[in-house]
């Protein structure tokens, strides 16, 4: 998807056949559009950083904002994050259904760091759909699945809403017809027994039964800040070699210490982001440079993030 090569996108109506071929697309670690009970999602494997790439890169999406991840039922979720009493009663209340949760991660969790955009937290959420839930089922991993529409887009309920918007950029479309709510999920954040509502959505605070704090604008969403996740250690930029004291992050051609992607691949660069940064964060070495990332495609979200990251921490002449 990143070279621009058009895929053909196909929508097939949602049956056993159709499930078995989303499955096998989602575990050679391709998006597929799949309904939920809000609208419709774009499934990858959160297990998989390049995966979730592709989400971004057919998405158009222009930064790593975190995702939300699917999983069947309580229990897996409580395998991938920590829940307090408030988060656990809110999930057995809710799920399955339009309820997102964010809580902290848990540090052994197998979910590819681009899924959280480096945050400490991650969303998540049994669906309800009968579609979304076999797709979890068929497959056997959690599955990141943001709206199934280019980014900035209106956010899809049919089918024909989602080849639209993103045909070409993915293989399949299960249709199961409209989607039941019409709306993205509520959005609700759970740390040291207090919730904040950080999106409205089908089930409002009063349905909640619980109080809810000011909603956030910025904790768990770091495209809304002007710096996040940013590594102890001074950035630079567009490096072309290390400058003494730095340790340097390579693309393509450049090598550095460690690189993105040696064969200038942006999705494979994408998926190693958070991993080369927290690597370079560790090393001896007292600051961090970044060889030149190309502004196009999925390149313009990865240089956001990096110009976020660099945020009152440059490392310039």
């Not at 090598?255 to 064969?263: E, K």
């Amino acid at each position: 998807m990143e070279s621009g090569t058009a895929l053909e996108t196909r929508i097939r109506r949602f049956d056993e056949d159709s499930l078995a071929e989303a499955a096998e697309l989602i575990m050679r670690g391709l998006p597929v559009a799949v309904p939920t009970e809000t609208v419709y999602g774009l499934a990858a494997d959160a297990t998989n950083g390049e995966a979730v790439a592709r989400i971004y890169a057919a998405k158009g999406r222009p930064r790593f904002n975190p995702l939300i991840v699917h999983v069947p039922d309580l229990e897996t979720a409580e395998e991938i994050a920590q829940f307090d009493a408030l988060a656990r009663d809110l999930a057995r209340r809710f799920w399955p259904g339009p309820l997102t949760l964010v809580v902290p991660k848990r540090t052994n969790a197998p979910i590819a760091e681009l899924v959280t955009a480096g945050l400490p937290t991650i969303a998540i959420r049994v669906p309800a759909h009968p579609a979304m839930r076999a797709l979890l089922g068929a497959t056997g991993r959690p599955l990141a699945a943001p709206s199934a529409n280019a980014s900035g887009g209106i956010s899809p309920t049919r089918a024909e809403h989602v080849l639209a918007s993103l045909g070409g950029r993915i293989p399949l479309i299960l249709d199961a017809g409209p989607t039941g709510h019409g709306l993205e999920s509520t959005i609700v954040g759970v740390t040291g027994g207090e919730a904040r509502l950080l999106r409205p959505g089908p089930i409002d605070a009063e349905k909640l039964g619980i109080s809810l704090g000011s909603a956030s604008c910025h904790v768990e969403a770091p495209g809304q800040l002007a710096s996040h996740y940013a590594p102890v250690k001074p950035l630079r930029l567009e490096a072309v070699e290390a400058r003494p004291g730095e340790w340097l992050i390579g693309f393509g051609t450049i090598a550095g210490d460690a690189n993105l992607s040696a064969a200038g691949d942006l999705v494979e660069a994408a998926a190693r982001l958070f991993e080369r940064l927290h690597e370079a964060d560790a090393q001896p070495a007292g600051a961090i440079a970044v060889a030149p990332i190309p502004t196009t495609g999925l390149g313009i979200a990865i240089n956001d993030r990096l110009a976020r990251a660099a945020a009152g921490r440059s490392a310039r002449s």
